[in-house]
């Protein structure tokens, strides 16, 4: 019932390894940082300014080679659906991925995929793997210890940290991601948080219909699986675990604990 099988479809999912196939869903977040940590990140170390200081021209990396934006041309279409296009002399760079000016780095943990464009005034602090087609809009704040699968979107001043996004997820617009975890198409509604900490002190526990089960952590947000929908400015409680196809309603404050499948949760 709890198991990461009931939620996900990890079979196009890079990174499945993270999840343990004989523990609860969130496993997940609890193995994310020792993942991250032996992680194999290509040296970026010519290419990010030191000391987090702002990208100052827009780079192009294409098979371990890396362009300025004034050696190439570039059409800015969806990344997520391929239309992310750089050619250089007439020639198409296929999987180039696309940095622009203005956005910041911290830290050389970082890993970025094939055909991602990342956008001014972007924030990604490492540890953070982001894998193919991936677009962080402007304005976003990637907190590190971030895992993000194939084609997901980080939207306009959305913060997330410490979570996985399965492939497709997306995070659009105004969005709060904290220790948690998107499912494969998850869509959040604009404004949508997903609350992390509660008032009182010790870790998280799950309601579940044969009782509280301890998530063994302090800071637990949402699991949202696959082909879950929030509406705008919907909250989600700590320890909220969403089961596939369900929808948050707009303006609902999701309770806390086990929600089932093809459910609607209401306000």
Partial sequence: MLSSASFFDLDDFTFAAIFSADKPVWSGLHNLKSYLNNFTYPDYSDIFPKNGEPLTKTVVIHNNTTYTGDEVDIVFGD????????????????????????????GQQISIGKGVLIEPGVMISSPTVIDDRCVVRQGA?????????????????????????????????????????????????????????????????????????????????AILADNVQTGCNSVTNPGTVVGPRSMILPNTTAPSGLHKGTCIIRG
């Fill in 79 to 106: 990344a997520p659906k391929g239309q992310l296009l750089v050619t250089k002399d007439g020639q198409p760079l296929a999987g180039a991925s696309v940095i622009m000016a203005g956005s910041v780095f911290m």
């Fill in 141 to 221: 704040y990637i907190r590190g210890y971030c895992l993000f699968g194939k084609q997901c979107v980080i939207g306009h001043v959305s913060e997330v940290k410490h979570s996985i996004f399965l492939n497709d997820a997306k995070a659009g617009h105004f969005a709060y991601v904290g220790d948690s975890i998107l499912g494969t198409n998850a869509n959040l509604g604009a404004g949508t948080k997903l609350a992390n900490l509660k008032f009182t002190p010790g870790n998280v526990s799950v309601k579940t219909p044969e009782g509280l089960v301890d998530s063994g952590l302090r800071k637990f947000g």
